[in-house]
């Protein structure tokens, strides 16, 4: 059917969206689809519909409840891939194209949604925005406050209610959805209840397919995973194949299954503008509040853009100043190495050399997850052994000294008695606050020599990738927010540069000094 011909049939059977665009239809229409509901009037015969003024004449007829604005609104709503993000700047229409999106099967009585926010006061937005919406829609459809449900003439249901922790995630455990949307989804630091949602999502019915909708301004605890979940893979507003967010791999079936190899769904990236959406756009006052934010937010906000991290803490963070490429760093030169445990999260080590005048050099990078403290160890001492390091001493969250259970050695006694040894991080109160502050002092360029006190070899690059993207914590601007999953090579870093590196140890006197004893420069002055 050609996109015009749908449109006047949607506009002659009433309150029927156009079906998604199917894999055939390549291209996105540039007309609008509508929701309409038919006023008591007598039907437009088909054959009456044939041209443009004709369409007009019954757009004018009919009570039209919502038209998605042309552009990445309309693209959103036809998308059928199984997780389309529609992410970027605030005001272009994310929440509202949300809000329609999960209506396109009301009228199947299997359809079942999930829509979700971070917070309840958040989704009483959303709440009040459907309530002005789906009646007309749909009228006889009936929204429970006590079961935060919206229940429709056809027996479909949408659940609007709100996600505060990852965990509670579970509470959808045994349950089973059609469509799941979660709106502004970098408000989750982890794609943990992302991923999880999905494990919730199926369908019985040929006729009702599933489907995964996410909005989100740029920015926040979780902008870092959705940007490598869907920004990242592909060009913006193209059609890719999921992949690990890890180590960016397409995602197959296993070996031994029938599909072997196959890849297992498609995601998509539509990047939001508000000039997209007429409704704010056209009066500019919006706008105008937005290009008044600082630099960081604007290009969030207004912008859209996803290369810059609201409410970063490590802004002076350079990729020209701070990041060089690998050199042989001298054998002379202290190492010492700086350690993060985690078993199911990650585990970041990190290696670093001080430079005989005290600058950082940060010169190696492990990130591994799911290691014992047996294999960490082994792993440690084996690259060490391999580039033949010389490790001064090393440094790990000292947490890693609490006993496991009753018995049994933690996990540093472990990796210690296998030869790894270590010294406890610091972890006394403030020690957060004050290595956050030392991280900004190593980062600060020197104005004569216009190099910093700290340097990153350009192989770290989980390391480099993730530093910049560390949110402040907003109840708390001293600090870091802690609630994010990309804190542990950061957190290693913030131990290693704690644990009073200097050119030489306090107490490493070789017997040369004697030979030659400290001249001052100014025999007058003494120094
Ligand atoms: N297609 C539409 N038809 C009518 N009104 C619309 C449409 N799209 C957006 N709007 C209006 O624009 C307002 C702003 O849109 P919306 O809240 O969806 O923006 P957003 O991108 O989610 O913004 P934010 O980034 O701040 O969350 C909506 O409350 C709604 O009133
Ligand atoms: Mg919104």
Request: glycine content about 6%; charged content about 30%.
């Amino acid at each position: 059917m050609k996109v015009n011909e749908i449109k006047k049939q949607q506009l002659l059977d009433g309150n029927e969206l156009k079906p998604r665009q199917g894999q055939r239809r390549k291209k996105t229409s540039s007309k609008k689809q509508k929701i309409i509901r038919a006023k008591r009037k007598p039907p437009v015969r088909a054959n009456i519909v044939e041209t443009d003024d004709d369409l007009q004449v019954i757009e004018e007829e009919r009570d039209i409840v919502f038209q998605p604005n042309s552009g990445p609104q309309t693209d959103f709503l036809a998308s059928n891939e199984k997780e389309v993000l529609y992410g970027g700047a605030a005001g272009g229409g994310k929440s509202y194209a949300l809000l329609a999106d999960v209506l396109r099967y009301c009228n199947h009585p299997n359809h079942s949604a999930l829509l979700l926010r971070r917070t309840n006061d958040e989704l009483r937005e959303l709440v009040q925005k459907s309530q002005e919406l789906y009646p007309r829609v749909f009228p006889g459809a009936k929204w429970s406050e006590r079961k935060s449900l919206w229940t429709f003439p056809s027996g479909a249901r949408i659940w609007m209610t709100y996600l505060e922790q990852d965990k509670d995630v579970l509470r959808y455990q045994g349950q089973a959805f059609t469509w799941i949307g979660v709106d502004e989804l970098t408000q989750y630091g982890t794609p943990y209840a992302w991923n999880y949602l999905r494990s919730r999502l199926r369908t019985v019915n040929a006729d009702l397919p599933t489907y995964m909708r996410g909005t989100t301004n740029p920015g926040g605890p979780g902008h870092l995973w959705v940007k490598k979940m869907f920004i990242d893979p592909a060009p913006y507003n193209s059609s890719f194949w999921a992949t690990d967010i890890e180590n960016g791999e397409v995602l197959t079936y296993p070996s031994g299954h029938n599909k072997a190899g196959k890849p297992l769904f498609k995601r998509r990236f539509i990047p939001a503008k508000l000039t997209d959406n007429p409704y704010l756009a056209e009066a500019g006052e919006y706008e105008a509040n937005l290009l008044s934010l600082p630099e960081v937010q604007r290009q969030q906000l207004l912008e859209g853009s996803w290369d810059i991290a609201e409410g970063a803490a490590f802004t002076e963070f350079n990729r020209d100043i701070h990041v060089v490429e690998p050199y042989s760093v001298p054998a002379s030169w202290k190492r010492f190495r700086t350690c993060d445990y985690g078993y199911s999260s990650w585990s970041a080590c990190l290696w670093v050399a001080v430079r005989p005048d005290n600058k950082l050099i940060v010169y190696r990078e492990l990130y591994v997850q799911k290691k014992t403290a047996e294999e960490l160890a082994d792993l440690i001492l084996t690259i060490e052994r391999e580039n033949d390091d010389k490790i001064w001493y090393g440094v790990l969250d000292s947490s890693c000294w609490h006993n496991r259970g009753q018995t049994g050695p933690s996990i540093a006694e472990t990796m210690i008695l296998r030869g790894c040894r270590w010294r406890q991080s610091d972890r006394s109160k403030g020690s957060r606050v004050a290595g956050k502050n030392e991280l900004h002092r190593l980062l600060r360029v020197d104005e004569e020599t216009g190099e910093a006190g700290v340097e990153f070899f350009s192989n770290c690059v989980k390391l480099i990738s993730e530093l910049p993207q560390i949110p402040l914590d907003k109840n708390n601007p001293e600090d870091v927010n802690t609630k994010i999953d990309y804190d542990h090579g950061y957190d290693a870093l913030r131990y290693g540069i704690m644990s009073r590196p200097t050119p030489r140890g306090l107490y490493d006197f070789s017997n040369t000094d004697w030979k030659k004893p400290w001249k001052p420069a100014d025999q007058v002055f003494g120094y």
